[in-house]
């Protein structure tokens, strides 16, 4: 039993620092923090998500088959030369997929919404809507939001676009929609391939994420439409990874299953993108761009047998995203990689991460807990084991330096998203605090060691050690401030008789009773020593030789007028003899001072015990 009494007292410190560890999980784990917090963590951890991907976003490759026709600065030129206005006339729209199709891409998809009947071309429309009947490789979109019903009534649509899925998730919350700006119906009737283009802004402006399944609800019933995107991409991996997808599902796991692969979905329902390097906007383009202007004109010069802006066969095999870069345009996004940040370019990005199986997760909350465990164990153990406080500030900061590239290799490398900013944050509270602690323990140490080292065991006075250096000390003070102070030299009477009538036990404890008496006796600033065998010593702070004298003869008379218990049957009466000193009247020297106490103690003794010996008494 002591051994093990031991071993713990040995092991105290891991022992106190993993109870506390724990309850800083339990923390974390069950005291949920308020929505504002929860908030200001969470755009934190957007920040470091943006930064970790802005480092890996150069490293990772994208799709060429991946083609951007798009209406930039030049093409919205020439376009309102040409045509007048913005939006142009829809049967340039089907002239440029006629001119594509001839060259057999694989899909064309348009990030542009066909709504209302433009009258200025007649039958412009019809010949879009005959392009999307005749080609089923061609996309669009429409697009839900939530305005009221007074400004648009929501519209029914055509329940071919809608989609049947199978969600087995019991913590997960579709995004929900009371009204949609509606396209052509001509377009829906034409065409199953028609999906949502709705966006999720962080509550910073940007976009990280994307809604993969919308519910449009306003009729109070589960309506599911599927991002455009996803749509074309269930349609590649059918034809040319034979996915054999027939339904949508969402399992358990909160995974949008294609097949062989697992999209995860946060609890909104939206992907995670996984970006890549710079935008449609700056001059090294991570995409292939076209510009619109080039395609048109590379459509008149093949209608008139001259040379084609677009080399031959350049679509063939492609996936074509048509959409806008511009600024007038309101499309351009803000995004974790970039400030200006095309809106058809998250289209192929998400394509681009579909195809690649590489959308981001998060990571669970017990591998995130797991993380923040051995963070914190790790940093109290470099605060406490480490002796040098640089060494161990080095070793802390290489710790969340390597953490730091941790969290950055695992997204890079498995897509992962781990936490950064609750696991820093924890970390230095815990190293913090651990070094709080631990020089709190430390000063304790040092106290009982110096208690030790100066306190006698018996009595718990000062020993004899504390008593001559203190001595030295109060003369040192006196002779610097002009100051006095007095000693007293203290004899128990007959003290061998104790230990020989009531054995060593009984001495012993009359020891500790005269010692309690003493210090009851005094101030809090005197100190009363214990000088050796059965003689005590105090040392009164500036006390003259009169006072100290009063005081002497108040302790005699104190000590002299009870009896004091040795045994619960056995009481009995002690008396002492007192000589006193001061300085510097009686001496200028612990010797000195010493001596004379020492002789007038010799005095009391002399004359009858149970006195305080007189200084002013002539002692040969």
């Not at 718990?460 to 003369?475: G, S, V, W």
């Amino acid at each position: 039993m002591i051994t093990f009494f031991n071993n713990l007292y040995r092991h105290r410190y891991d022992i106190f620092f993993t109870l506390i560890l724990l309850l800083l999980i339990g923390l974390v784990c069950f005291f949920v923090p308020k929505n504002e917090t929860k908030n200001i963590l969470r755009v934190m951890e957007n920040k470091t998500f943006d930064i970790r991907q802005n480092i890996i976003a150069k490293n990772k490759k994208v799709n060429k088959d991946i083609v951007i026709i798009t209406v930039d600065d030049p093409s919205y030129e020439y376009l309102l030369e040409e045509y007048g206005d913005w939006p142009i006339p829809r049967n340039v729209y089907a002239q440029i997929i006629d001119y594509i199709q001839a060259q057999h891409p694989k899909y064309i998809a348009f990030d542009l919404l066909f709504i209302k009947t433009l009258n200025r071309i007649p039958g412009s429309d019809n010949e879009l809507i005959e392009k999307f009947k005749k080609y089923d490789n061609v996309y669009t979109a429409l697009n839900f939001d939530d305005y009221s019903h007074e400004l648009r009534q929501p519209p029914k649509i055509n329940k071919k676009i809608q989609s049947d899925i199978i969600i087995e998730s019991d913590n997960i919350d579709i995004m929900k929609f009371q009204n949609c700006r509606i396209i052509l119906p001509e377009i829906i009737e034409a065409t199953n391939n028609i999906g949502h283009i709705n966006l999720a802004k962080e509550d910073d402006g940007f976009i990280r994420t994307i809604p993969l399944v919308v519910n449009y609800s306003f009729l109070k019933e589960n309506n599911y439409y599927l991002y455009m995107t996803l749509k074309l991409a269930i349609d590649y991996l059918n034809k040319y990874e034979n996915s054999n997808i027939s339904q949508v599902k969402i399992d358990k796991n909160n995974n949008l299953v294609l097949g062989n692969k697992k999209l995860p979905l946060t609890e909104q329902g939206e992907a995670i993108l996984n970006w890549y390097g710079p935008s449609g906007l700056e001059s090294d383009k991570t995409y292939t761009y076209v510009s619109l202007w080039e395609v048109i004109k590379s459509i008149n010069a093949k209608k008139e047998g001259k040379k084609e802006l677009i080399e031959k066969d350049f679509f063939k095999d492609k996936i074509v995203y048509i959409g806008t870069n511009i600024f007038s345009l309101s499309d351009i996004k803000t995004v974790p990689t970039s400030k200006y940040f095309p809106g058809v370019e998250i289209h192929a990005t998400l394509l681009n991460n579909i195809l690649d199986n590489n959308l981001i997760k998060k990571a669970d909350l017990k591998y995130n807990l797991i993380i923040c465990l051995i963070l914190m164990i790790l940093a109290s153990y470099t605060a406490f084991k480490i002796r040098s406080v640089y060494v161990s500030l080095i070793l802390f900061t290489l710790l969340n330096s390597t953490y730091l590239y941790y969290s950055t290799y695992v997204m890079d490398k498995y897509n992962i998203w781990v936490w950064i900013v609750i696991p820093l944050m924890l970390n230095i509270f815990v190293f913090v605090c651990s070094y709080i602690i631990k020089y709190l323990i430390k000063s304790r140490d040092f106290e009982y060691t110096y208690k030790l080292a100066t306190t006698d065991g018996l009595t718990e006075l000062y020993n004899h050690r504390f008593f001559q250096d203190k001595m030295k000390e109060k003369i040192k003070v006196a002779e610097r401030n002009n100051s006095v102070f007095s000693l007293i030299i203290i004899d128990i009477d007959f003290f061998k008789k104790f230990n020989d009538k009531y054995g060593h036990q009984a001495g012993d404890a009359v020891l500790k009773h005269v010692a309690s008496t003493l210090k009851s006796c005094v101030r809090a600033e005197d100190y009363v020593c214990r000088y050796g065998g059965e003689e005590m010593t105090i040392i009164l702070n500036n006390i003259n030789e009169e006072a100290a004298i009063n005081i002497a003869q108040k302790i005699c008379s104190t000590i002299s007028s009870k009896k004091y218990p040795l045994t619960p049957d056995l009481e009995v009466n002690i008396t002492i003899s007192l000589g006193c000193a001061a300085y510097p009247t009686c001496g200028k020297t612990p010797a000195e001072l010493i001596d004379y106490a020492d002789k007038c103690l010799y005095y009391a003794k002399e004359n009858g015990r149970n006195q305080v010996g007189i200084p002013n008494v002539k002692i040969s």
